[in-house]
């Protein structure tokens, strides 16, 4: 069974700095993209960075210049540097991983991120 676990996130101060991991297991398949997703209260669920097995990377506009997504040297893992931080980045991250061989989504528990004085 795949499953994509992510530890880390918590509260940090506005203009400071959060590192969220992802590990993925349960497959010996690499997956093609890895990225994360955001949900703050009251709003839908979106798109913060992916990365693309092999390199290439896409950005929401608003983290662009703040946030850098990597993979992982064991391939299926990725990080998200988070760097000034404002409290409209305040959500439940949500770890995702795509498959295409199997055309098949999969999504982590989600760490909460809350920035505030």
Do not use: H
Not at 38 to 51: C, D, H, S, W, Y
């Amino acid at each position: 069974q795949v499953r994509l676990v992510e530890p880390g996130g918590g509260l940090v101060q506005p203009g400071g700095s959060l590192r969220l991991s992802c590990e993925g297991s349960g497959t010996i398949f690499i997956f093609d993209t890895m990225g994360w997703y955001r949900q703050a209260p009251g709003k839908q669920r979106e798109l913060v960075a992916t990365a693309i097995n092999g390199g290439g990377a896409n950005y929401a506009d608003s983290v662009k210049e703040r946030f850098t997504i990597s993979r992982g040297n064991a391939n299926n893992t990725v990080y998200l540097q988070m760097n000034s931080l404002t409290p409209e980045d305040t959500a439940v991250y949500f770890c995702n991983a795509f498959l295409r061989r199997r055309i098949q989504y999969y999504w982590g528990q989600g760490t909460q991120v809350t920035v505030s004085p």
